[in-house]
């Protein structure tokens, strides 16, 4: 599941959580599908220390890395369910650090659309080669039947998050 899948699953729950009065097991539910994302992001982050990028530097440079074309400063703050204004800074973050670069769209001269630059793509490949071995290393313990309905558990509620009113 990616990063971006877990994060907004737990935005969503997050909402939930502070809107409604909920019962002890999906209280309980709640805060250790937070907890545990954020432990989660955090170990990672640690873990990626020795690259030089912090989280949110990461997490952009992945979801930039994973779009199957550029993507509009826009588009990526809401899929990283930022304000528009962190993201312009963040993209200035890395672009001075070369590792994204704006190119105007050509289909709307108002919106810029960000690039990963060859530096960016090797940095995303360290990251991604760096998170996969975490998650094997984080998931060896739980059994593929255990994690399969975990995932399936995840998805039915991010699609029921996405689609609630």
């Not at 502070?18 to 999906?26: G, Q």
């Not at 640690?46 to 440079?61: C, E, F, K, N, P």
């Not at 899929?79 to 204004?85: F, I, T």
């Not at 050509?106 to 998650?135: C, H, I, M, Q, W």
């Amino acid at each position: 599941m990616s990063l971006r899948k877990v994060y907004a699953i737990i935005l969503s729950i997050l909402t939930i959580s502070l809107l409604l009065i909920v019962s002890d097991l999906e209280e309980r539910f709640s805060r250790a599908l937070h907890s545990t994302s954020h432990a989660w992001r955090l170990a990672l982050d640690r873990r990626l220390r020795d690259l030089g990028v912090s989280q949110a530097s990461w997490l952009t440079i992945a979801v930039a890395a994973r779009a199957d074309q550029p993507l509009s400063q826009t588009e990526l703050a809401q899929r990283l369910a930022v304000e528009g204004a962190t993201m312009v800074a963040m993209i200035d973050r890395l672009s001075e650090a070369g590792l994204v670069v704006r190119e105007p769209s050509p289909t709307d001269r108002r919106v810029n659309l960000v690039a990963l630059t060859k530096a960016g793509n090797r940095l995303y490949d360290e990251v991604r080669t760096e998170a996969e071995a975490f998650s094997k290393e984080l998931l060896k313990s739980i059994g593929k039947e255990k994690l399969a309905a975990a995932t399936e558990l995840l998805e039915q509620l991010q699609i029921a998050a996405e689609s609630a009113p």
